[in-house]
């Protein structure tokens, strides 16, 4: 960090080291500590390790000249963990549920960490989580998946059956209706695991539904619609229009190279990409073909649109163009003026995203971001921007748009057509305030 031609400011996500004034004066006046450096050239060789160095050889960090335990002793030995877990400096990085948010824990959901993730994929092991009757391990070897309705034969499929036909990997979002519903309500959520967590990206494995609706000789004529059923205690049942069923959605049994989780569908879930979380049935059971939209409560009752005239709208199904900056966010301290990477993720229900614009002046002037590749159709797109914080508050947003050249709304523009009676599908722009003293919070602009 010092020594490097920009200054690198920081945000604390860890706990910080920071350097004792004598350590300071240590290095800059390049003073050699030769019994310090005795010992640890001793400790050097007889571990077979680290290279000793020298005070005074590079700028920066002192605590280079001392050799930790880890470079001085035998480590564990392999598969002592057999399933790799994070490192224990890591357990601050978890899923989290939001108290008081609804009455019992197995209809409810916990929100993914956005805050602490890299890249585009999120761990499965941080996904978030949404079940309205709780979640089952469910036996594979007792779970079967049925094709009825207007087919010409009706199948019933093992896991077995399923696992080897051919198969597809693709890499898409997922992000519940609710997602940002909060706001709609102008609560200012703290954090952005809580604004936007209901929100993950994964690489799905399994086998295209158009395959096996071929398979069993589904009436392309008058099935205009599949319904969806979940194994759960939930009755959990939606209706696809059957254009979308045929184009990519995947009966899907893998997640990021393994089995789902057992909290996301194991053994079997859909994949209906760019559409919202809660048609992507989990504990998959039965596809149903059929001539008219099913109309069942998860579509009728709940995940519907209470508009301005009084309408409800029903069956919305793609989630709009959407961005939020994930760092800094809402909950983190930039400690110091200097420099900083603002990074953040973009996604559209439509297709890929085409340009993230980044304001940090609450929208008056944008200056357009980095997208890092991969930048895939209807999966997170990662962005990031340099910015120099002078230490004055600034307001932080992204805007972005897709490959249909739709832009995603602000607040008052979304609420303009769709009024504040809503609780589902929120893809307004998101504002995190920096305070002087560095603080990020969760703001709304008029
Ligand atoms: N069978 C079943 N499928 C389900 C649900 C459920 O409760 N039961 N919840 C739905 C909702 S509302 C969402 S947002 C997603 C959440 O998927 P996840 O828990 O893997 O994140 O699953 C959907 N599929
Ligand atoms: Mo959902």
New binding site residues.
């Given amino acids: 960090m010092t020594g490097s031609s920009k200054q690198r400011g920081r945000i604390s996500r860890a706990p910080e080291n920071f350097l004792s004034q004598e350590q300071i004066a240590a290095v800059s006046s390049g003073r050699r500590d030769f019994l310090r450096q005795a010992m640890i050239a001793a400790a050097a060789v007889s571990a077979g390790a680290a290279l000793p160095l020298r005070a005074g050889e590079a700028a920066g960090d002192p605590e280079i000249l001392d050799l930790p335990p880890w470079s001085k002793t035998l480590g564990k030995p392999v598969a002592s963990n057999p399933y790799g877990s994070p490192s224990k400096y890591e357990k601050n990085l978890i899923r989290r549920e939001s108290p008081g948010l609804t009455r019992v824990g197995a209809a409810s959901v916990s929100f993914a960490p956005l805050q602490g993730l890299f890249g585009i994929i999120t761990p499965s092991g941080l996904?978030?989580?949404?079940?309205?009757?709780g979640w089952q391990d469910v036996d594979p070897a007792r779970h079967r998946f049925m094709i009825n309705g207007l087919v010409r034969t009706p199948k019933v499929y093992t896991m077995d059956d399923l696992m080897r036909l051919p198969s597809v990997s693709r890499i898409h979002f997922?992000e519940?209706?609710a997602n940002s519903g909060m706001e709609w309500g102008n609560v200012a959520v703290p954090t952005v695991q809580y604004t936007h967590g209901?929100l993950?990206c994964s690489e799905f494995t399994g086998v295209p539904l158009s395959a096996l609706l071929e398979d069993c000789g589904a009436d392309l004529k008058a099935g205009k619609y599949i319904l969806a059923e979940?194994?759960?205690g939930?009755s959990?049942t939606r209706t696809i229009a059957m254009e979308r069923a045929l184009d990519d959605v995947i009966v899907a049994y893998g997640q990021n190279g393994e089995m789902l989780r057992p909290?996301?569908?194991y053994p079997l879930?859909l994949v209906v990409p760019g559409v919202?979380?809660?048609s992507?049935?989990?504990?998959l059971r039965r596809i149903e073909v059929g001539d008219q939209p099913y109309g069942t409560k998860d579509e009728t009752l709940h995940y519907v649109d209470l508009l301005p005239d009084g309408a409800q709208r029903q069956y919305t199904s793609i989630q709009e163009c959407k961005s939020v900056i994930t760092t800094p966010s809402g909950g983190q301290t930039l400690i110091g003026q200097g420099y900083y990477t603002i990074t953040g993720l973009a996604w559209s229900g439509r297709g890929r995203i085409r340009r993230v614009d980044v304001s940090t002046d609450g929208g008056r002037n944008w200056r357009t971001a980095r997208l890092e590749t991969p930048v895939l159709s209807k999966a997170l797109t990662r962005f990031n921007l340099d910015w120099q914080w002078d230490g004055s508050p600034a307001l932080l947003q992204s805007r972005a748009i897709d490959e249909t050249g739709y832009v995603q709304p602000t607040m008052p523009q979304l609420r303009e057509v769709r009024g504040t009676k809503s609780i589902y599908h929120n893809n307004a722009i998101q504002t995190w305030a920096v305070a002087p003293s560095g603080e990020v919070s969760n703001v709304q602009l008029g």
């Fill in positions: 996904h978030f989580e949404r079940h309205h009757q997922i519940c209706g209901m993950s979940g194994a759960d939930s959990m909290e996301n569908g879930r919202q979380g809660v992507w049935v989990k504990w």
